[in-house]
């Protein structure tokens, strides 16, 4: 039970005794004051009963009317005596409602004896008149023998309200010496004893024992103070331990944090660099011993001094936008003069702000690395290529020259064998000197594409075959000018020494699809492919549907100089020749792809 | 046997106490002292011997066929004129009730006067004899006017069913038995308290000498009786009608004052009692009755329950 509801428990009943103990002595008193006044009754009516004795006595001897009126007039008062009596006292007792009945039955009798005379008039009416008489007075008798049980009673009642009210004054104050006692008890028991458990438990706690606890399995509200205590004591030892853990990590993170510190000290000492940490309002918080090694400031004299201080304020507004600008969250690296004890130096300064854990920085790492040597490098470096490129452009103007040279030279010679060729009076000689004019050219246009070329080594191959197999068109246009040509060419990059060959190769094929596959205005067609390149293999195609080889012709044992050409070219190219006879002549040449040094 | 077990342990070997009780309810306080073990627990050992009639129980008295009776007191100050020792101890009950005239209507009897010339049995030389005789002359009627006819109780009802007889004046429970026997017939005359019987312990004084404590414990029992009456007046009437096979209601115990007395009214009642006996013829004495207080014995109630006697000596 709670003591809250014990402790209100106890004060109702200390309340209700109270209250019955006043509601008892008042009764009590009630009841002592009536007795009182019901024993004046009771004296009342013995004295009207001894009056109406005395007047009925006097009514037989003498007669009258006084004495009749006077015993009806106590008669009369008798019973108003009573009935007052009755009135007072509720229930009345047993013996006063007899009386009332015992004082009602005179009357009658009375009346009787009146009614007969003084002087009866024969022995039957002397004999009533005895008889009444008799019954009058049996029961005025009757009367007081009912009067004195009444004031008996009324004596019992009163010794029982006096025992009622000596109980309740004895009562009384042992009800409120029990009460107090048993108050004290509880108050004891379930308060002080455990408030002293509490409080020793209590004091042992402060003095630093969290293991001790209150351990009480009381349901009251000491007993939820004491488990609430034993609850929370269980928290702080957890907490206690807890704490403990955590003091050693930290202190072991703490050392492993200076010594981590130490080495970044070390590592940061030993950078050639001046490495700092700016505040927010960019004053020192950490500068390494370079500080003292370049500016010959103590790295611990510039903590808490100010950008401006250090540097001078006109240093401090050049490089004040680089600070905000870092301090505003980017990373900023500048390069700059700087004036140190052993001379002007150039320095790259680098600023990267420091962020907290919501990303607002909270200042800056700033590393300044003396880049002087590296910047006369650089500069000597920047010099001696631009003395190199002017030398490659010199060389490259000298083999564009070179090839533009051979290429006049080989036109030249194309000029030569052209003019020779019209002297020749033998078509089998002019044909040899057109033969090896063509081949000529066909080495002229490879060196023409050179010196047009950006690096003068590789040209477009596809290009070349549209202007080569174009001129030979033009060349044998008399000779077959129903014969379409068609050069389908990707993009193939070839140096010289396959470009050349190849070129002589096609220039063969080509002249020999006009020469042999048209013969009397045949119409046809002559088609050039040109495929693959980079990576796959080069393949060149060239076809015609003339006529064909005859059937008794072997390419490969033919004795003509353009096909045997074309087969040691082929294999100076390593490359791979077949030949196909079928509606018309088929050439493939396929050739790997160039080895390029990597 | 718990009451028994509460007894004193003499109690066992007490000698026993016989006393004679007239059936009717004026003997209920010694029923209900049987019944509720009274006796037992103050010790005493009391066998009950029932009787017809206060006269018959005490005649049982007179030939020492019993210590003790339960009758009327005119039976004492009858016999007071035959030098007997016997003596009334105590007053069980009084009434102006118990004895009652109950007449016939088909005898043409409407009122109290309608008796003149009636035939009226009674019990010859008992309390309702003399209760008849006074209620004749309460209501003017001489008594030589009618025909008394002296029955014995048991003949009573008889004769009126009978029409042997026009009235009977009889105590109950004969009187009821009367009543219920005549039906519609029956008439209840009005009783106007012509006559308090006083319903009395009668003993010797042999018996008082020799048995005094015995007879104190006895009127302690019926004392405790009388007490369980007045709280318990339903308990006391399923005793009673248990008792005598009746199924009264509880207005049969209003017709009877249960106190255990000795008033003074008892030796004024006693005192008119001899005078109408001798009056009558019914004792052999020409002159005034003798001191009827020698007739009652009031120390051993004025000992066993102090302030019941009001008797002045």
Redesign the interface.
């Known amino acids: 039970m709670r003591i809250r509801a014990q402790l209100i428990a106890s004060t109702v009943l200390a309340g209700l005794v109270a209250i019955l103990v006043a509601a008892g002595l008042w009764y009590a008193t009630r009841q002592a004051e009536a007795g009182l006044n019901e024993q004046a009754d009771s004296e009342q009516v013995a004295q009207h009963v001894a009056n109406m004795l005395s007047l009925t006595n006097e009514f037989t001897l003498y007669g009258g009317e006084r004495a009749v009126a006077q015993w009806r007039s106590r008669h009369e008062q008798l019973q108003a005596a009573v009935v007052r009596a009755i009135e007072r006292r509720t229930p009345p007792s047993p013996a006063l409602v007899e009386l009332q009945r015992s004082i009602g039955d005179l009357s009658p009798l009375f009346d009787k004896l009146v009614q007969i005379g003084r002087q009866p008039v024969d022995p039957l009416a002397q004999r009533r008149q005895d008889l009444l008489l008799e019954r009058l007075l049996a029961e005025t008798q009757a009367v007081l023998e009912n009067r004195h049980r009444w004031s008996v009673a009324i004596g019992q009642a009163q010794q029982g309200d006096q025992r009622l009210y000596a109980a309740m004054v004895l009562a009384a104050p042992a009800a409120l010496l029990l009460l107090l006692i048993s108050l004290g008890i509880l108050v004891g028991r379930r308060v002080l004893k455990p408030l002293a458990h509490l409080q020793a438990t209590v004091t042992n706690i402060r003095e630093g024992n969290l293991g001790a606890r209150c351990d009480t399995g009381a349901r009251d509200e000491l007993g939820d103070a004491a488990r609430a205590i034993d609850s929370m004591t269980t928290t702080l030892q957890r907490q206690g331990e807890s704490l403990a853990t955590s003091n050693a990590s930290l202190s072991r993170e703490i050392t492993g944090r200076r010594d981590s510190e130490e080495r970044l000290r070390l590592v940061a000492d030993n950078l050639p660099a001046l490495v700092s940490y700016l505040d927010r309002d960019q004053r020192f918080r950490f500068a390494n011993r370079a500080y003292r090694d370049w500016l010959g400031t103590e790295p611990d004299a510039l903590i808490g001094r100010g950008l401006a201080e250090v540097y001078g304020e006109e240093t401090y507004v050049s490089i004040r936008p680089h600070m905000e600008a870092a301090l505003a969250g980017g990373t900023v690296t500048y390069e700059r003069e700087l004036a140190t004890p052993v001379g002007m130096r150039h320095v790259q300064v680098t600023l990267v702000p420091q962020r907290d854990g919501e990303g607002s920085v909270q200042g800056l790492v700033t590393t300044i690395q003396d880049i002087t040597e590296r910047r006369l490098v650089e500069v000597e470096r920047v010099a001696r290529q631009a003395e190199l490129e002017s030398s490659l452009r010199e060389k490259e103007i000298l083999l564009q020259e070179i090839h533009h040279r051979v290429k006049n030279n080989l036109q030249v010679i194309s000029s030569l064998l052209q003019l020779q060729a019209g002297y020749a009076e033998d078509d089998a000689a002019r044909k040899v000197f057109e033969e090896s004019q063509g081949r000529i050219k066909s080495m002229a246009l490879v060196h023409e594409k050179l010196y047009q070329t950006h690096d003068l080594a590789h040209i477009d191959f596809g290009d070349y075959l549209r202007d080569l197999v174009s001129g030979l068109a033009g060349s044998y246009a008399t000779h077959a000018a129903q014969v379409a040509v068609e050069v389908q060419a990707t993009s193939v990059l070839l140096d010289v020494d396959r470009a050349i060959p190849c070129g002589l190769i096609v220039n063969e094929l080509v002249s020999n699809c006009f020469k042999h596959g048209f013969p009397n205005g045949r119409p046809g067609r002559i088609e050039v492919n040109l495929s693959g390149g980079g990576t796959s293999p080069i393949q060149l195609v060239v076809r015609d549907d003339g006529i064909g080889w005859p059937a008794d012709f072997n390419a490969a044992q033919s004795s003509s100089l353009g096909m045997r050409l074309v087969q040691i070219l082929a294999k100076q190219l390593r490359g791979s020749l077949h030949l196909q006879n079928a509606s018309g002549v088929s050439c493939t040449l396929t050739l790997a792809p160039e080895q390029r040094p990597t | 046997m718990i009451l028994s077990a509460l007894a004193p342990v003499g109690a066992a070997r007490a000698e026993e106490l016989r006393l004679a009780v007239s059936r009717g309810p004026v003997s209920l306080p010694i029923y209900v002292a049987e019944s509720q073990g009274y006796f037992e627990r103050e010790g005493i050992a009391v066998h009950l011997q029932d009787c017809t009639s206060g006269r018959g129980c005490f005649q049982l008295l007179a030939h020492k066929q019993t210590d003790l009776a339960t009758a009327a007191e005119l039976l004492v100050a009858l016999d007071s004129f035959t030098g007997s020792d016997m003596a009334i101890i105590a007053t069980l009950s009084s009434s102006t009730q118990v004895i009652k005239l109950v007449a016939r209507r088909s005898a043409g009897i409407e009122t109290p006067r309608g008796l003149r010339g009636k035939r009226i049995a009674t019990v010859r030389g008992t309390s309702a004899q003399y209760f008849l005789d006074?209620w004749l002359?309460?209501h003017?009627i001489?008594p030589k006017q009618v025909d008394i006819v002296p029955l014995a109780p048991d003949q009573l009802v008889a004769a009126l069913q009978r029409r042997e007889v026009d009235a009977i004046a009889i105590w109950e429970p004969i009187a009821s038995a009367a009543m219920a026997a005549l039906a519609q017939d029956a008439l209840l005359l009005p009783s106007?308290?012509?006559y308090?019987q006083h319903f009395s312990l009668i003993t010797n004084r042999q018996v008082i000498a020799q048995r005094e404590a015995d007879l104190a414990k006895l009127l302690r029992a019926l004392e405790r009786a009388e007490r369980f009456i007045?709280a318990q007046p339903a308990r006391a009437m399923q005793i009673l009608n248990a008792r005598l096979q009746g199924n009264d209601g509880l207005d049969k115990l209003l017709e009877h004052?249960f106190r255990l007395?000795l008033?003074?009214?008892l030796i004024?009642?006693m005192d008119?009692q001899a005078r109408w006996a001798i009056r009558q013829g019914l004792v052999q004495n020409s002159g005034n009755p003798g001191n009827l207080l020698r007739s009652i014995e009031p120390s051993l109630l004025r000992k066993a329950v102090p302030?019941a006697v009001?008797l002045v000596q």
């Open positions: 006074r002359v309460f003017e001489d106007p308290r012509v308090v007045a004052v007395t008033e003074q009214s004024a009642t008119g302030g009001s």
